[in-house]
């Protein structure tokens, strides 16, 4: 029994999913416990408030998205095979989606498609700029992309575009998910 678990806790520690887990905890309770307070970040450009909490999502999907990205063992083995990174993102969509829902629920979101739709946004974003950036800057397209909306457009529970704060059913906020949904997955699986 030893024997067969040895190598999963070992591959599970090497890929950094202990301290995922806690992050991404951590995230969740910061959302939950920001979503009541007023905090949040004043548009530039209209008048306006973006929620800390519903910032703080990028740190949730970054967490989700860390193990999948995480090369520690690339300097002693050889790279994960594409089963084995594709069984990674399957995790990983799953995760964000169920986390979404989770925090979805609640915070009684009135759409509760809304935050899986943005936490899953920014997991994959996060494995685009882990890809694009490397690995220890995969944080760093969705942060500059969620503190760039806040700052720069009316934060609005009905815009069309602002994926952020968008609580509505718009298409072009499923395009822009199903494009970082697209480009997540070519970045994981390549």
């Not at 951590?26 to 530039?44: E, K, N, P, T």
């Not at 050889?78 to 594709?86: G, N």
């Not at 995760?95 to 946004?121: D, I, K, Q």
């Amino acid at each position: 029994m030893t024997t067969e678990i040895r190598p999963l806790r070992s591959h599970l520690k090497s890929r950094g999913v202990f301290t995922s887990g806690a992050v991404l905890v951590g995230g969740c309770i910061a959302v939950v416990v920001l979503s009541s307070s007023d905090a949040g970040l004043l548009s530039l450009v209209a008048t306006g408030v973006t929620p800390l909490a519903r910032l703080v999502t990028v740190l949730v999907g970054i967490a989700i998205a860390a193990p999948l990205t995480a090369r520690f063992e690339a300097d002693y083995m050889s790279p994960l095979r594409r089963d084995v990174r594709a069984w990674h993102l399957g995790a990983a969509l799953s995760c964000s989606v169920s986390v979404g829902v989770l925090l979805a629920v609640v915070l009684m979101e009135p759409n509760l498609w809304a935050l899986p739709r943005l936490v899953t946004f920014w997991t994959f974003l996060a494995i685009i700029s882990a890809t694009g950036f490397g690995t220890r800057l995969g944080w760093l397209l969705p942060s500059l992309i969620s503190v760039g909306i806040a700052l720069f457009s009316q934060p609005d529970a009905t815009s069309t575009w602002n994926i952020v704060m968008s609580t509505q059913p718009s298409p072009l906020l499923w395009v822009q998910f199903a494009l970082a949904i697209a480009g997540g997955s070519y970045c994981a699986l390549r």
